[in-house]
């Protein structure tokens, strides 16, 4: 079993890949029960087909990138880290709106995802990725 620290971060990867599949799922079932709404522009087929694929696409990559902290692998730091920016710039867009639900999410989110930074460059995760990278290469 990995150290603490990787478990903290394969949980907080899983959970964001989680619901990432969950979006996906949730609007495939919006689009089949109430149809495709909004904006004429955004609003298409096209543009939905997209939207799932893709956000069904990071939600299994960072299922993956969850698999890689379990196994304590120094190449899930990158793509962690990057999905915790891209979390905490979409948790802050989404707190500033006017649906409560919509700011919950959104404080949410940012938190998760300062977290998920806090817990990548933790000093004990990255003494054990650099023990590791020295193992491979002495």
Do not use: H, K
């Amino acid at each position: 079993m990995p150290d603490r620290p990787f478990v903290a971060l394969t949980i907080v990867a899983l959970l964001e890949g989680a619901g990432l599949l969950a979006y996906a799922a949730f609007d495939i079932v919006e689009a089949v029960r109430v149809g495709i709404t909004g904006p004429e522009e955004v609003s298409n087929p096209a543009a939905l087909t997209l939207l799932i694929v893709l956000t069904a696409g990071f939600g299994a990559g960072l299922g993956w990138v969850g698999v890689g902290w379990w196994r304590e692998r120094r190449w899930a730091r990158s793509p962690f880290i990057l999905a915790q920016i891209l979390l905490v710039l979409i948790g802050y867009e989404l707190s500033q709106s006017d649906g409560s639900a919509e700011r919950y999410v959104g404080i949410v989110g940012a938190l998760v995802g300062v977290l998920g930074l806090v817990l990548a460059f933790a000093p004990g995760v990255s003494r054990r990725l650099d023990e590791q990278e020295a193992g491979r290469s002495g």
